[in-house]
């Protein structure tokens, strides 16, 4: 039953030795100052490390967004899109009509 407060008595003594030596081993430094050459002009040059391949730009490419918004819209399809949706603005309208407002 002696051991427990000894061996507490003899840990804090340890630790309160390492704070010390940790505190005498510190030392206050200034802050550096660093100051670059205010003479030179503020200029970046980028230059490649490798020269460009020539691609092959010639003719339009095999993919294109273009192809897809200047192709022909059938009139059945472009009705039924529009009808949907002006039913989806509508029920969107509405629920929004119907929801509780926030207290703020």
Do not use: C
Request: hydrophobic fraction near 40%; aromatic fraction near 4%; charged fraction near 20%.
């Amino acid at each position: 039953m002696h051991r427990l407060p000894l061996s507490i008595a003899v840990g804090a003594a340890l630790g309160a030795a390492a704070f010390t030596a940790s505190a005498q081993d510190r030392m206050d430094l200034e802050g550096s100052k660093i100051i670059g050459n205010r003479e030179l002009p503020k200029v970046l040059y980028i230059v490649p490390w490798k020269k460009p391949t020539q691609g092959d730009l010639s003719g339009r490419p095999l993919v294109s967004v273009l192809d897809e918004a200047m192709a022909p819209v059938d009139r059945d399809v472009f009705r039924r899109q529009v009808s949907y949706d002006g039913q989806t603005q509508t029920q969107a309208a509405q629920a929004k009509a119907a929801a509780p407002a926030s207290p703020k």
